[in-house]
């Protein structure tokens, strides 16, 4: 059988020599091995699509946003798709999940990839984690939970629009907005204190403020020459922190993270308010609010920055505008705060947790009262 193959194979595909016999073993069994797999084409069952007016109308849209160059996530097409549904009156109950898994089958169904539209936490000595945990476990030792803060920032690209899109074919890159703001967040270890956010904007005045301050609109709002933490803004944030503790009577320990722009100005008295900061290089692992606490709150905020965008694309898809990204700084300080308080006491006590920096026995109380609380 071999030598009729290998004489075959020679003469079919125009070879100086016929193959050997390994080679002719090696593509035989590739070949059976790929007949029996459920992916390949061949074998395939076209199963009946559940749906099929709302994938109609949602490959529709998709091709449509590709022709307007609007960049799709894959967190927009399942938001739509659950418009659709909602436009065609479909009943809950005969909706589907439209999941991640329902995505990466939808996409391969119709052969849409997620291309991208143009051309890390640094290793950390384990002893220095350690030594630093210790340390601040020292600073927090005798202290209740309710005392002791964390504070850090993170940017918020409000405009930007994703550097991938799903579509069939490639597209072309837009220019990317740079609008940014900084954001402060604090949180206590018992979630008992959730601070509300410290926004960071390069405007004194932001047009879409009008005439009023960030204070009369209900935001805690600075400004710098580009938008970062700065020594004034920081000390503004401890003399407030400190009028907030002044009519409590509590001394409380805040945790900030080694920068420049953290440390005391000679003009700045805190007498409710000890300042500590984290050991270099090692936030990633000792900063609840790294943990996971920024995250949470990020992907909330995304989501609400996602559903504004596919309100937008109507618009774009009827002439009326040509982006969906772009809003008003006010709009995006609105999405912030939201999501900042829609971030889960749990997921901020586990953050806590996660670190290891409260002492031992404060950890435990901490995660009494969490138990008599859910109770």
């Known amino acids: 059988m071999y030598s009729e193959l290998a004489g ?14 390994q080679t002719v073993g090696r593509t035989v069994t590739c070949h059976h091995t790929q007949s029996l797999r459920a ?6 069952i076209d199963r009946e699509v559940k749906l099929p007016a709302v994938e109609v109308k949602l490959v529709e849209w998709i091709l449509r946003c590709e022709e307007l160059g609007v960049f799709l996530t894959g967190g927009l097409i399942q938001k739509q798709a659950t418009a659709v549904c909602d436009e065609l009156a479909i009943p809950t109950a005969d909706r589907l999940s439209f999941s991640k898994g329902w995505l990466f089958k939808f996409q391969r169904k119709h052969r849409l990839t997620s291309k991208v539209q143009h051309g890390d936490a640094a290793s950390t000595s384990l002893a220095a984690v350690e030594d630093g945990r210790r340390d601040i476990q020292d600073a927090t030792s005798g202290l209740s939970a309710n005392d002791v803060y964390n504070m850090d920032e993170t940017s918020f690209f409000y405009c930007l629009s994703p550097y991938r899109s799903i579509t069939r074919n490639h597209v072309l890159g837009t220019k990317k907005s740079s609008k940014r703001i900084t954001l402060a967040l604090t949180t206590n270890a018992n979630c008992s204190d959730v601070v509300d956010p410290l926004f960071i904007g390069t405007a004194v005045q932001p047009r879409c403020f009008e005439s009023r301050t960030g204070a009369q609109l209900g935001y805690d709002y ?7 933490m700065n020594g004034r803004i920081f ?9 907030r503790m002044v009519p409590q009577d509590r001394k409380v320990l805040l945790l900030v993270d080694n920068a420049p722009p953290h440390a005391l100005d000679e003009h700045t008295v805190l007498t409710k308010v000890k300042l500590k900061m984290l050991p270099p290089n ?29 309100g937008q694309i109507n618009m774009v898809m009827e002439g009326r505008q040509t982006g969906i990204y772009e809003v008003p700084l006010l709009e995006a ?43």
């Open 8 to 21: 075959w194979a020679k003469e079919a595909l125009n070879l100086c020599i016929a193959p050997s016999k």
């Open 39 to 44: 992916d390949i084409k061949s074998r395939s």
């Open 222 to 228: 600075h400004a710098s020459k580009k938008a970062w």
């Open 235 to 243: 000390n503004s944030f401890l003399k407030s922190m400190k009028n």
């Open 282 to 310: 090692t936030t990633t692992h000792l900063q609840p609010q790294d943990a996971g606490i920024i995250g949470s709150f990020m992907g909330k905020l995304k989501q609400r920055q996602l559903q504004s965008a596919l």
């Open 333 to 375: 300080m609105t999405w912030a705060k939201e999501a900042w308080r829609s971030v889960s006491p749990a997921t901020i006590s586990n953050c806590w947790g996660r670190t290891g920096i409260l002492d031992s026995e404060l950890s435990v109380l901490s995660n009494r009262l969490d138990a008599a609380n859910l109770e």
